[in-house]
């Protein structure tokens, strides 16, 4: 693809193009979405194109269905914090979770870009509670009012993941607790596009597995 192509597809403006391409750009002042689009037309990951970091292209496993109709999700051992969040781990310890593919499909969610982590702390309740798993969508980084994401914040020599619930305001996007008390550092809403702190939609929470009682 040319940068032509992505100016006519509306990808990336003329200046836009002529950043990337000067090295100018500022990797935590690019939209997130902006990122997601130029990464699939490129075939490359988001991380790499915008950081420089991981692998250029993932190398992902074919998705088997298995005999009783279930497919196997990526699960991870890595936290995703309701809370303060949960300090980032490069390698997480993983598992999977089966899930019926037709329910997957009937949702037009697509497994390889599936995963689950499970939450930790109050500020997300009463929807999610501590120890609930979390199914997100990697593939959905579009910010909707209202729905919930897996966000990787920046905190104190670390980045965090961190569930929170996004909210859109005019041209501004938010992130906040659906139970501000149960979190001090999310008393109030952050903007996504903070200078500072800026905010990384990982994917939109499509399911929730709670306990009752």
């Known amino acids: 693809m040319t940068a032509a192509d992505l100016v006519a597809r509306r990808i990336l403006s003329r200046a836009g193009v002529y950043q990337w ?13 902006t990122v997601a689009k130029l990464s699939k037309a490129l075939g490359v990951e988001r991380d790499w194109l915008q950081y420089g970091r991981g692998p250029m292209r993932a190398v992902e496993p074919a998705v088997e269905v298995e005999d009783d109709g279930h497919v196997g999700i990526l699960g991870f051992a890595q936290a995703a914090g309701l809370s303060d969040g949960e300090e980032a781990l490069e390698y997480a310890e993983t598992h999977r ?7 997957l499909a009937r949702k037009r969610l697509a497994p390889r870009d599936l995963a689950v982590m499970y939450g930790k702390g109050d500020s997300m309740e009463p929807r999610i509670h501590d120890g609930d798993a979390i199914l997100f969508d990697r593939a959905d980084i579009r910010p909707r009012d209202g729905h919930l994401y897996v966000i990787l914040v920046p905190g104190v020599g670390a980045e965090s993941y961190s569930v929170k619930r996004c909210e859109v305001i005019d041209d501004l996007v938010f992130f906040r607790a659906d139970n501000p008390r149960g979190d001090h550092g999310w008393r ?3 903007r996504v596009d903070d200078v500072k702190h800026p905010i990384k939609i990982i994917g939109r929470v499509r399911w929730i597995g709670s306990w009752e009682g």
């Open 97 to 103: 979770l089966k899930f019926r593919a037709e329910s």
């Open 188 to 190: 109030k809403p952050r």
């Open 21 to 33: 391409l000067g090295d100018t750009v500022k990797p935590e002042k690019v939209r997130s979405e």
